[in-house]
């Protein structure tokens, strides 16, 4: 898979990057390495190799999957300049 200058403007336009023709030039050469080490990367055999989370081997810190509402209401609203019944009470705007 290969990126053109097409693509890389269109990405740049997507992600609102403002992208003169030389650096967009430059940017495909880049995105194009890129892409060819990801490609060289699909071709090793990872058949056996467990996931790891780490590079030293250690127990995953689990909690209880718990539902609970929080009851935290009153102490996020404790800040706010005005408040009614654990709502914020924020001035109307009306243009």
């Not at 053109?4 to 992208?19: C, G, H, N, S």
């Given at each position: 898979?290969?990126?053109?200058?097409?693509?890389?403007?269109?990405?740049?336009?997507?992600?609102?990057?403002?992208?003169?023709?030389?650096?967009?030039?430059?940017?495909?050469?880049?995105?194009?390495g890129?892409?060819?080490?990801?490609?060289?990367?699909?071709?090793?055999?990872?058949?056996?190799?467990?996931?790891?989370?780490?590079?030293?081997?250690?127990?995953?810190?689990?909690?209880?999957?718990?539902?609970?509402?929080?009851?935290?209401?009153?102490?996020?609203?404790?800040?706010?300049?005005?408040?009614?019944?654990?709502?914020f009470?924020?001035?109307?705007?009306?243009?």
């Amino acid at each position: 898979m290969s990126v053109d200058l097409a693509t890389v403007k269109r990405v740049a336009r997507l992600a609102r990057i403002a992208v003169s023709e030389e650096e967009a030039e430059r940017m495909m050469g880049e995105l194009n390495g890129i892409l060819g080490f990801v490609e060289q990367l699909s071709e090793v055999n990872v058949d056996g190799v467990e996931p790891m989370t780490s590079v030293t081997p250690m127990d995953m810190k689990k909690r209880t999957d718990a539902v609970a509402d929080g009851d935290k209401a009153a102490d996020i609203v404790a800040n706010a300049p005005n408040s009614d019944r654990n709502f914020f009470l924020v001035p109307k705007v009306v243009e």
